[in-house]
Nanobody, 124 residues
Framework: QMQLVESGGGLVQAGGSLRLSCAASGRTITNWITAWFRQAPGKAREFVGAIERSGGIEMNTDSGKGRFTISRDKANNTMYLQMNDLKPEDPAVYSC?????????????????WGQGTQVPVSS
């Protein structure tokens, strides 16, 4: 089955940048919808963005305010979340997820496969 492992999280200073990786195994990500979610302390889980099977990208513009981008590397079977100009409101656990459907959902309940999550603290 699909397995996902996030990496790249860690403390970063406000204004800095960080790239998170979501390495997939067991299945090829181009056959799946893959997405990033985040959950900040005391807040609900939030959709950040996703990549369609075709490579199309759908972003939640409220997550990162245009500072975040996503991409994927077919050869490495990996999806990335590039976060620039990190703000004090960005600290959260960031998780990648996948679903075997032809379209993107922003609802976390629609995703059956999840990574373990990676923490992104932001120091002021």
């Amino acid at each position: 089955q699909m397995q996902l492992v996030e990496s790249g999280g860690g403390l970063v200073q406000a204004g800095g940048s960080l790239r998170l990786s979501c390495a997939a195994s067991g299945r090829t990500i181009t056959n799946w919808i893959t997405a990033w979610f985040r959950q900040a302390p005391g807040k609900a889980r939030e959709f950040v963005g996703a990549i369609e099977r075709s490579g199309g990208i759908e972003m939640n513009t409220d997550s990162g305010k245009g500072r975040f981008t996503i991409s994927r590397d077919k050869a490495n079977n990996t999806m990335y979340l590039q976060m620039n100009d990190l703000k004090p409101e960005d600290p959260a656990v960031y998780s990648c997820a996948a679903r075997y459907m032809p379209y993107v959902s922003r609802n976390s309940l629609d995703y059956a496969f999840w990574g373990q999550g990676t923490q992104v603290p932001v120091s002021s």
